[in-house]
């Protein structure tokens, strides 16, 4: 039973456009959400989070937009830019029940030249 | 300031042995996770230690067990290793200082394990 999921594994985004990338999550009890970016052969790196209190966080180009009425949350990249290509992990979890992170698959993002 | 380590990098072991894999953790962090990350999958929440002591486990079966030592480092064992134990093993320390982890985990490169 996967509680988060990222149902593109893949998705090729033209460089200087605005990559979405789409999470869903069945767990109501969720209030504290993360993307987390991978590169080959390294750990995956905190990119940004939000809390359930919120439906919008903004860093630079990264932008997190949260609607918990339908469970779902999304990564906006503007601009996309080559460095960005990667593989990008949705994650949740329960801040005041326990410290188990649940991630999803990924999606794989690919920066067009 | 000195990023999560992880040793080996790479193993391999066949059916039944046993692997230890080890993890030092992020200066200033008192809190360490495992998790393991199969082959189009993502990372999966084995267990994380605080205080050298266990604190939450996720679906995984006794052999799979820790430690974490005065200095934060860690270990990670696994016994009687099956073939499905093939995967990237993550470990991930954060600045815990109460109850409750925001999540912003600070991973290693991972380990490697191939079981044949």
């Known amino acids: 039973d996967q509680q988060v999921k990222q149902n593109s594994p893949s998705l090729s985004v033209q460089e200087g456009r605005i990559s979405i990338l789409n999470c869903d999550y069945t767990?109501?009890?969720?209030?504290?959400f993360l993307w987390y970016k991978k590169y080959p052969a390294e750990g995956p790196t905190f990119l940004i989070s939000?809390?359930?209190?919120?439906d919008k966080n903004e860093d630079g180009r990264f932008t997190v937009f949260l609607n918990k009425s339908a469970k779902h949350l999304s990564l906006h990249i503007v601009p996309s830019q080559p460095g960005d290509s990667a593989v990008y992990f949705c994650?949740?979890?329960?801040?005041?029940?326990?410290?188990?992170?649940?991630f999803g698959k990924g999606t794989r993002l690919h920066i067009l030249p | 300031e000195t990023g999560v380590t992880q040793s080996p990098t790479h193993l391999i072991k066949t059916r039944g042995q046993q692997v230890t894999l080890r993890c030092s953790s992020q200066s200033g962090h008192n809190t360490v996770s495992w998790y393991q990350q199969a082959l189009g999958q993502g990372p999966q929440f084995i267990f994380q230690y605080y205080r050298e002591e266990e604190n939450g486990r996720g679906n995984f079966p006794p052999r799979f067990s820790g430690l974490q030592f005065p200095n934060y480092s860690s270990e990670l064992n696994v016994n009687a290793l099956e073939l499905d134990d093939s995967a990237l093993y993550l470990c991930a320390s954060s600045p815990r200082t109460g109850r409750g982890n925001t999540g912003e985990l600070f991973f290693g490169e991972g380990s490697r394990l191939t079981v044949l």
């Open positions: 994650a949740a979890s329960e801040v005041n029940r326990d410290d188990k992170i649940i």
């Open positions: 939000i809390s359930s209190i919120k």
């Open positions: 767990n109501s009890m969720f209030d504290y």
